[in-house]
Nanobody, 126 residues
Framework: QVQLVESGGGLVHTGGSLRLSCAASGRTFSIYAMGWFRQTPGQEREFVSAISWSGDTTVYADSVKGRFTISRDNAKKTVYLQMNSLKPEDTAVYYC???????????????????WGQGTQVTVSS
């Protein structure tokens, strides 16, 4: 089993920044790609960003490219999402997820991920 715990969400004004963290436990963290997704009420879960197991490859949704940065610290078993220039449309519950298979390139489909955190709320006021 894998446990993922997100933190760092909150309320910010438009243009502000937040840094989300996702701490993992329960299995070897360093060999699995990790992803961030977000969801608003009544909407489908949306891909935000993903990072390879080594950290060498990152992928971003067009809507966040240039504003968000994903990174990981394998020694700390933690993945981060630095969010800058936040917009009201970034408001959502943000979830981190761990790939179901090891040593893969980062995936953008939620179905490729096996483990999910409980989510952290991000609210951007206009």
């Amino acid at each position: 089993q894998v446990q993922l715990v997100e933190s760092g969400g909150g309320l910010v004004h438009t243009g502000g920044s937040l840094r989300l963290s996702c701490a993992a436990s329960g299995r070897t963290f360093s060999i699995y790609a990790m992803g961030w997704f977000r969801q608003t009420p009544g909407q489908e879960r949306e891909f935000v960003s993903a990072i390879s197991w080594s950290g060498d490859t990152t992928v971003y949704a067009d809507s966040v490219k240039g504003r968000f940065t994903i990174s990981r610290d394998n020694a700390k078993k933690t993945v981060y999402l630095q969010m800058n220039s936040l917009k009201p449309e970034d408001t959502a519950v943000y979830y981190c997820a761990a790939d179901q298979l090891a040593l893969r390139v980062p995936k953008i489909k939620g179905s490729e991920y096996k483990y999910w955190g409980q989510g952290t709320q991000v609210t951007v006021s206009s």
